[in-house]
């Protein structure tokens, strides 16, 4: 089954970093550009981020940039979201994607 | 940011008859290269997004043709022909047209009555 698979969520305190995983499973990633989207308790879809299939264009949200980093390892099969000075803000459900194929989601919780 | 305003928030529909969903955008989606990208995803609860529609009216492998999409410019709307349980759930609209951000619909609530 085509899909992607999340992992590295959890709960994160002030100061303290995350970097999320994406692997994608029944598939290559290789020739796709790339999403993260997320989705806080009880609230809609915001994209996060974007990187492009070969690494070498990234977009990310004004809510992250400077914070959040995407990238990409095409020889392990995954993506990556490095998180750094992660607030309430942040806490989401964490979706990667290419809009057609998804996964079911890491959790992120931030707590003081 | 392109701005999406969906209409209603809320969708009570009896089983069998149709519903339809409304998504404006607040600039036009046509795209440079002459195409819209705005698609359609439902989230059924407890799960992740999937997309139903892409480009305003393609629906997506495995889509029953009871779901359509439709529109141009800056109003869409997403049909389901005839209700059935298992499309309780949340609809969401997206842009993809001037992008950097992708931005989404706040979402539309779809419950049986």
């Known amino acids: 089954q085509v899909q992607f698979v999340e992992s590295g969520g959890g709960v994160v305190q002030p100061g303290r970093s995350l970097r999320l995983s994406c692997a994608a499973s029944g598939f290559s990633l290789s020739a796709y550009n790339i999403h993260w989207v997320r989705q806080a308790p009880g609230k809609g879809l915001e994209w996060v981020a974007l990187i492009y299939y070969d690494g070498n264009q990234k977009y990310h949200a004004d809510s992250v940039k400077g914070r959040f980093t995407i990238s990409r390892d095409n020889s392990q099969n995954s993506l990556y979201l490095h998180m750094d000075g992660v607030s309430a803000e942040d806490t989401a459900i964490y979706y990667c994607t290419t809009f057609s194929i998804w996964g079911q989601g890491t959790m992120v919780t931030f707590s003081s | 940011d392109v701005v999406m305003t969906q209409s209603p928030l809320s969708l009570p529909v009896t089983l069998g008859q149709p519903a339809s969903i409304s998504c404006r955008s607040s600039q036009s989606l046509v795209h440079s290269d002459g195409n819209i990208y705005l698609d359609w995803f439902q989230q059924r609860p407890g799960q992740s997004p999937r997309r139903l529609i892409y480009?305003?009216?393609n629906r997506d492998s495995g889509v029953p043709d009871r779901f359509s999409g439709s529109g141009s410019g800056t109003d869409f709307t997403l049909k389901i022909s005839r209700v059935e349980a298992e499309d309780v759930g949340v609809y969401y609209c997206?842009?993809?047209?001037?992008?950097?951000?992708?931005?989404f619909g706040q979402g539309t609530k779809v419950e049986i009555k």
């Open positions: 480009e305003v009216s």
């Open positions: 997206m842009q993809g047209s001037h992008w950097p951000p992708w931005t």
